[in-house]
């Protein structure tokens, strides 16, 4: 059988609060997860730990849209993210699954 993977639903909660969440069930639980979140009240842009503002973001365009720029606490491209936004994270502990290396 292989592991146990719990679900998390949630619908319309803030992308920030959302990656916040996340993390907190990487660092703090030793679960594996399968999370779901139906859109985010307000449109936002959020970069991968390494993404550098000035470099990925039209600052400007940002500011006048009143975009937030979030860092997510894992790699990956920069996206912009709004309410038809359907976000999925699968967060798995590292001996989860037998003969799988972890990077």
């Known amino acids: 059988m292989g592991p146990l993977v719990k679900f998390l639903r949630l619908s319309r909660m803030p992308v920030l609060q959302m990656l916040q969440l996340e993390e907190a069930l990487l660092r703090a639980t030793q679960e594996n997860w399968f999370v779901v979140n139906d859109g985010t009240p ?35 491209g920069t996206v912009v993210v709004d309410a038809d936004t359907v976000f999925t994270s699968i967060i798995m502990q590292g001996d989860a699954i037998q003969g799988l290396e972890c990077f």
């Open 42 to 76: 307000e449109p936002s842009i959020v970069l991968g730990i390494s993404g550098q503002v000035p470099e990925l973001v039209n600052v400007q365009q940002a500011r006048r849209r009143q975009l937030q720029a979030i860092k997510r606490f894992t790699g990956g």
